[in-house]
T-cell receptor, first 113, second 113 residues
Framework: DTEVTQTPKHLVMGMTNKKSLKCEQH?????MYWYKQKAKKPPELMFV???????INESVPSRFSPECPNSSLLNLHLHALQPEDSALYLC????????????FGPGTRLLVL | GDSVTQMEGPVTLSEEAFLTINCTYT??????LFWYVQYPGEGLQLLLK?????DKGSNKGFEATYRKETTSFHLEKGSVQVSDSAVYFC????????????FGTGTRLTIIP
């Protein structure tokens, strides 16, 4: 089973709201990722967690705050977002070894009003 | 730095036509190479991969061969179906690297009956 689940599927929020995206995998993977994908573009890496520790932050604005409560869960906390943050947010996981395949979830489509 | 170049889309083919989507890469050493597919409104799915020179990845009738001499990983399918309509992303992961996938720009494929 190579399933990564994400909730919610869709999210609409105002610029003053606080919301969270959730990602879960039960494949025993030790690396988890957040990507942002704008329409007609490839995904852009935001964060990488390796063995529950943040290993890569691609200079993402602080209004995005990742959290990895355990090896199966990854959250992305959103606060004071801008309309240009509207996008598809994808979670992925991999075994954590170098060059291992990343498996993606279905994404959360976010609209910021 | 590492980069992936894909053929420009969109590509429109008739059902049962032969498909080739070109992908070339620039990287040091021997990266792992991937093709991901994104169906409308969904996340990315791993289609196939190859981890060393001359490896052939295959899945669902799609094939791609890791060609070190031409730094290419072209995607092919002998007879496409309407259900293959999607966006296809070529990607690489550097050897011994930093878990970062480098994506091509994506190729939108539409199959008409």
């Amino acid at each position: 089973d190579t399933e990564v689940t994400q909730t919610p599927k869709h999210l609409v929020m105002g610029m003053t709201n606080k919301k969270s995206l959730k990602c879960e995998q039960h494949m025993g993977h030790r690396a988890m990722y957040w990507y942002k994908q704008k329409a007609k573009k490839p995904p852009e890496l935001m964060f990488v967690y390796s063995y529950e520790k943040l290993s890569i932050n691609e200079s993402v604005p602080s209004r995005f705050s990742p959290e990895c409560p355990n090896s199966s869960l990854l959250n992305l906390h959103l606060h004071a977002l801008q309309p240009e943050d509207s996008a598809l947010y994808l979670c992925a996981s991999s075994q954590g070894e170098r060059q291992e395949t990343q498996y993606f979830g279905p994404g959360t489509r976010l609209l910021v009003l | 730095g590492d980069s992936v170049t894909q053929m420009e889309g969109p590509v429109t083919l008739s059902e049962e036509a032969f498909l080739t989507i070109n992908c070339t890469y620039t990287a040091t050493g021997y990266p792992s190479l991937f093709w991901y597919v994104q169906y409308p409104g969904e996340g990315l799915q791993l289609l196939l991969k190859a981890t060393k020179a001359d490896d052939k990845g295959s899945n669902k009738g799609f094939e791609a061969t890791y060609r070190k001499e031409t730094t290419s990983f072209h995607l092919e399918k002998g007879s496409v179906q309407v259900s293959d309509s999607a966006v296809y992303f070529c990607a690489l992961m550097p050897k011994g690297g930093n878990e970062k996938l480098t994506f091509g720009t994506g190729t939108r494929l539409t199959i008409i009956p």
